[in-house]
């Protein structure tokens, strides 16, 4: 069993930066592929980043060049390094996680939200114009 906390969400003005985490128990970093995804007001949820546990990682284009995931396998921490933000970033951030082989991973349909087994509760970043 895994647990998966998120935290750093708030609310920030356009052009701002936030970094969001997510502390994970009871399972080690080995062979994990973790993800951040959002849900904004209205909208379905939908796949921001991912990471393998060999460090490859991939993003939604619309982050491309903005935000970044990062984890740390010592304190099975994730990370998500968000600048420049647009208003259009408002939503609920959720990690998430699975076990996965690098490949598979980061492969191009990687945002299968059904492959995920675990997740965060949710953090919450609004960013206003």
């Known amino acids: 069993q895994v647990q998966l906390a998120e935290s750093g969400g708030d609310s920030v003005q356009a052009g701002g930066s936030l970094i969001l985490s997510c502390a994970a128990s009871g399972q080690a970093f080995s062979r994990t592929c973790m993800a951040w995804f959002r849900r904004a007001p209205g909208k379905e949820r939908e796949g921001v980043a991912v990471?393998?546990?060999?460090?490859?990682?991939t993003s939604t284009d619309s982050v491309k060049g903005r935000f970044t995931i990062s984890q740390d396998n010592a304190k099975n921490t994730l990370y998500l390094q968000m600048n420049n933000l647009k208003p259009e970033d408002t939503a609920m951030y959720y990690c998430a996680a699975y076990s996965s082989i690098p490949h598979f991973c980061t492969r191009r349909e990687w945002s299968v939200e059904k492959d995920f087994l675990y997740w965060g509760q949710g953090t919450q970043v609004t960013v206003s114009s």
């Open positions: 990471i393998a546990s060999d460090g490859t990682w």
